[in-house]
């Protein structure tokens, strides 16, 4: 089963997303900001994940850099962001995001990257 980690400080934001996920089949693991989001990489080993940018303490450009810093085959990682700058989404591209949508998104929009992403992997 594929493993997702959730990464949002908003509740409602975690809880759609997992309750989404599982319904599909997904194995989902949360986490409520970056720094609990880089304990859950490590734990969970999450096979692709979905990563606000705005969080208290370390925001999601950090934990993308940790992630990316990480030995071996690269997870994918979707960026969530209500920010409208373009630096942020520049920034998103630059630090090696695989894929970025920005708030309010759709569900099914979610659903379908992770779907079409991990049907594209061989999940251990």
Do not use: Q
């Not at 934001?13 to 720094?35: C, F, K, P, Q």
């Not at 969080?55 to 994918?76: H, K, Q, S, T």
């Not at 989404?89 to 309010?104: E, I, R």
């Amino acid at each position: 089963m594929a493993r997702v980690l959730v990464v949002d400080d908003d509740p409602a934001i975690r809880s759609l997303l997992t309750d989404l996920l599982e319904m599909d089949g997904y194995e989902v693991s949360v986490a409520v900001d970056g720094l609990a989001a880089l304990r859950a990489v490590e734990t969970v080993n999450p096979h692709f994940v979905v990563l606000d940018v705005m969080m208290p303490g370390l925001d999601g450009f950090g934990v993308l850099a940790a992630i990316r810093a990480l030995p071996g085959d690269p997870v994918p990682v979707l960026m969530l962001t209500a920010a409208a700058e373009t630096d942020a989404n520049a920034k998103a591209w630059a630090n090696g995001v695989d894929y970025y949508l920005a708030k309010p998104f759709t569900p099914d929009a979610v659903l379908d990257l992770v779907e079409t992403v991990l049907a594209e992997r061989v999940v251990d």
